[in-house]
């Protein structure tokens, strides 16, 4: 099985990927604008990325392409309802990488209340200011709020008990009871926990329902000189309005992200944000300390193995959860070729389309349950001719999907 692997990769998941007898092709320096040339040259069957963007034009260009794997949790990177047209399954890695992030959250909240990086600044500067240094609030005893409490935000709250801190939170999944058993304050809303905190930790996926979900109303919300750490997504926070309560309410900030990043490794950055004062910002590397890059690769490798072995794809992102199926015809027939087709014939001119196919094959191969998840109600003179025009099919049932 052919593999590109488009971005930087650890030597164990390349290892472990030739030691599943995949030809691997090893790109970490390609290009997203040269990505869909290489996809048709070397047309693999695999595609792994991490922060490459993968978009329809590429998708298009492999013509075999079967999978792609996003090397890491979020998948906005790549273009999903492409793969999703085009009949790709695209998978991620997540939870491998929620430690590395939430240091890096513990690293930037320091980073905003003891202004670390603005003191080495100073001192390769040849400037000593400890008179100014001396401010800091300190973090025992504060509230820090989570929004978002996925595995990051979890590392997180365990991170911040540690230091002593009071932790809120608010998540689509939570529940008081959940919030009881972790020891922690349960908010209803983004904004409850923005009126609480004297920190905040923004920590969903970046999707269209969480686009500017830091806005200018969430930012009033929040206390005079309070910290705002956003390792999730740039698109989630209203950088316009963020720069507005950075001058005028004090607020400090800690950001990974950005609205617009560089679309490869390297490259020239300008950010008006981040050069604001008491704006710390670092280069979108939360997921990348060593442990969590070889904990991911060994998950691309376990997909792969699944995928090239079973056709499964773990943690498959755009597998539609529900179909539109409205009916299952269940046929048990005895196991000889031709007996399926013979049931999709009928089905096909009764213009009802086959949303998903089980079949089962019973002990000693002799016969077969197939379940037809059907667009439609087959008619009667259908089901007649389903059951009477082969003789290997032993039984033809139909029931409604509740």
């Known amino acids: ?33 040269d990505l869909p040339a290489k996809l048709a040259e070397l047309d693999p069957k695999v595609l792994i990325v991490r922060s490459k963007k993968v978009n329809a034009a590429a998708l298009e260009a492999g013509a075999g392409l079967s999978l792609v794997i996003r090397a890491g949790a979020g998948i906005d990177n790549i273009d999903v309802e492409a793969a999703s047209r085009l009949g790709v399954f695209v998978s991620n890695c997540p939870g491998k990488n929620s430690i590395a992030v939430a240091e890096l959250v513990m690293g930037l909240l320091l980073s ?9 600044a100073d ?24 929004v978002g409490l996925g595995q990051i935000g979890r590392e997180i709250a365990v991170r911040a008990q540690a230091f002593g801190m009071r ?6 999944q939570l529940t008081i009871q959940d919030a009881t058993h972790l020891a922690i304050g349960y908010c209803q809303t983004p904004l409850e926990v923005a009126r609480q ?27 005079p000189g309070a910290y705002l750490i956003n390792t999730s997504r740039g698109s989630v926070v209203d950088e316009s309005a ?22 490869s490794g390297t490259g020239e950055f300008r950010s008006a944000i981040a050069n604001l004062p008491g704006v710390y910002g670092t280069h979108h590397v939360g997921a990348s300390t060593q442990q969590a890059q070889v904990a991911i690769a060994h998950e691309v490798t376990r997909i792969v193995m699944e995928f090239q072995t079973t056709g499964g794809v773990p943690n498959c992102v755009n597998r539609l959860a529900k179909s539109s199926a409205t009916h299952i015809l269940a046929i048990r027939h005895e196991n000889r070729p031709g007996v399926l087709a013979h049931v999709f014939t009928v089905l096909s001119e009764e213009d009802l389309n086959v949303e998903e196919v089980e079949n089962i094959i019973y002990h000693g191969a002799q016969a077969t349950l197939a379940r ?31």
């Open 1 to 33: 099985m052919n593999v590109l692997v488009a971005d930087k990769f650890e030597k164990v998941g390349l290892d472990g990927l030739r030691e599943l007898r995949c030809k691997v092709t090893y790109e970490p320096d390609l290009s997203a604008a």
């Open 112 to 120: 905003c209340d003891r202004r670390i990086p603005d003191q080495v």
């Open 123 to 146: 001192i390769r500067r040849g400037v000593w200011n400890k008179s100014e240094y001396t401010k800091s609030r300190g973090l025992h005893g504060r509230t820090l709020g989570i």
């Open 167 to 172: 932790v809120v939170a608010w998540s689509r």
């Open 197 to 223: 905190s004297d920190a905040i930790t923004i920590n969903v996926a970046g999707t269209p329902e969480t686009r500017h979900l830091v806005n200018r109303e969430f930012l009033e919300a929040m206390q």
């Open 242 to 263: 963020l720069a507005e309560a950075v001058k005028k309410e004090g607020i400090r900030v800690g950001m990974d992200v950005y609205a617009e990043e560089p679309g």
């Open 372 to 402: 037809i998840h059907l667009s439609g109600m087959p008619s009667e003179a259908a089901m007649e001719r389903i059951r009477n025009g082969d003789s290997h099919v032993l039984r033809a049932e139909l029931r409604p999907i509740q």
